[in-house]
């Protein structure tokens, strides 16, 4: 346990992650309150309150899916500068692959959730601020989860999607350790794959089944109906009538779970292969 919150508090207290995390997502909300919302023309029956809801929505939970994967980066650098340690505490000590793997993704996981939580609670003041900046008569209810239930929902796929990231990156730095050479490209993997397939959602540029089997993708779709109660279309930009492909949430559901186990038994095995290596040579490509 002391290793978990030794981990868990050296995340939040690098300023780097505070930088590129929530701080970076905040700046692009920001934009999206004050900025891009004022060429929007809404159709004259459409409820202004709806669209500011799902606008807020898709904004919350893409960011849900990405601040884990800043996280994702420092677990690769503790693997990195522990390739001594964890072989050494595996063979002579009591340490074992899983209960490593398990104070990684812990950590990482906890680290996600604070960030997720000082996101959400930021967001929906600057929506509500920006919105009514921007021209749209709503208020901070508007913005808001449908209900105290579509609230709790949205926490929960905050945490699942903070599990299924946390347990990518895990499972990749438990890679990077074994092969340290590639550690530089493999810590930005998550992030790399949250823009590609999130913002694919966002247009339905991918075919439906991939955006479906994809975690990143079916975790925004999951995060914008707990949040709304409304089931999203494929294309989120693209509301009804303009769409009306609705997604398939009982598979997006399934998706998330099965790569979240798969790839946390990846992570175990990753773990015991690690073997030594200089952080220095590594730096040198070595």
């Not at 694919?200 to 993708?217: D, K």
Request: proline letters at 7%; one cysteine or more; glycine letters at 8%.
């Amino acid at each position: 346990m002391g290793y978990l919150g030794y981990l868990s508090k050296s995340y939040l207290r690098n300023r780097q992650m505070l930088f590129w995390g929530p701080t970076w997502w905040a700046f692009w909300i920001a934009l999206g309150a004050y900025v891009y919302p004022r060429g929007f023309q809404l159709p004259p029956s459409a409820p202004v309150g709806e669209f500011a809801r799902s606008y807020t929505a898709v904004w919350l939970s893409e960011g849900v899916a990405y601040l884990p994967t800043v996280a994702g980066v420092g677990v690769v650098a503790t693997i990195l500068y522990s390739t001594a340690a964890y072989p050494y505490l595996i063979r002579f000590g009591r340490a074992t692959p899983r209960k490593i793997t398990l104070s990684l993704f812990l950590s990482a996981l906890a680290a996600a959730l604070v960030l997720d939580a000082t996101l959400i609670a930021t967001g929906v003041l600057v929506m509500a601020g920006g919105l009514r900046h921007s021209g749209f008569d709503v208020g901070l209810p508007d913005v808001l989860p449908a209900s105290l239930v579509n609230a709790v929902e949205f926490a929960g796929v905050s945490v699942l999607a903070s599990v299924f990231v946390t347990a990518l990156s895990t499972a990749l730095a438990a890679a990077a350790g074994a092969a340290p050479k590639y550690s530089r490209a493999i810590s930005f993997t998550p992030m790399l794959l949250f823009f590609f397939f999130a913002f694919s959602a966002l247009y339905g540029a991918l075919p439906e089944w991939l955006l479906v089997s994809s975690p990143f993708s079916a975790l925004v779709y999951l995060g914008v109906y707990a949040y709304t109660g409304t089931v999203p279309n494929v294309a989120l930009a693209k509301p009804p009538p303009l769409s009306n492909n609705s997604v398939p949430l009982g598979l997006c559901l399934a998706s998330v779970i099965l790569w979240t186990l798969a790839l946390l038994a990846v992570a175990a095995l990753a773990v015991g292969k690690i073997t030594y290596k200089p952080p220095a040579e590594e730096r040198e490509g070595a």
